[in-house]
Nanobody
Framework: QVQLVESGGGLVQTGGSLRLSCAAS????????MGWFRQGPGKEREFVAA????????FYANSVKGRFTISKDNAKNTVYVQMNSLKPEDTVVYYC?????????????????????WGQGTEVTVTS
């Protein structure tokens, strides 16, 4: 059973940066595409970024393209998202997710239902 633990959230001013980490235990991420999603109060979980198992292919939501960068360190069993030029509207809880089955990831990388393991979330607050 894979367990994912996010860290790195916190309080930052508009224009600042944060790097979120997602460490896995109980299984390797070497063959696992990974995603980052976010969710605000009363809203649906929203796609942020995703990367293939090797980290060679990545996708981003339009709202974060050019500001966020997803990366994967298979040796450390960890996936990251570097968030730059943060805006108040980036203030939500961020979740990482693993697609262990990975059969339809290229088609459904932005769908929460594609992923079968989730972390507990880490909160990001961007002050204006």
């Amino acid at each position: 059973q894979v367990q994912l633990v996010e860290s790195g959230g916190g309080l930052v001013q508009t224009g600042g940066s944060l790097r979120l980490s997602c460490a896995a235990s109980g299984g390797t991420l070497n063959t696992t595409p990974m995603g980052w999603f976010r969710q605000g109060p009363g809203k649906e979980r929203e796609f942020v970024a995703a990367t293939s198992w090797a980290g060679s292919t990545s996708f981003y939501a339009n709202s974060v393209k050019g500001r966020f960068t997803i990366s994967k360190d298979n040796a450390k069993n960890t996936v990251y998202v570097q968030m730059n030029s943060l805006k108040p509207e980036d203030t939500v809880v961020y979740y990482c997710a693993a697609d262990r089955r990975a059969r339809t990831w290229l088609r459904n990388y932005n769908e929460p239902t594609e992923y079968d393991y989730w972390g507990q979330g880490t909160e990001v607050t961007v002050t204006s």
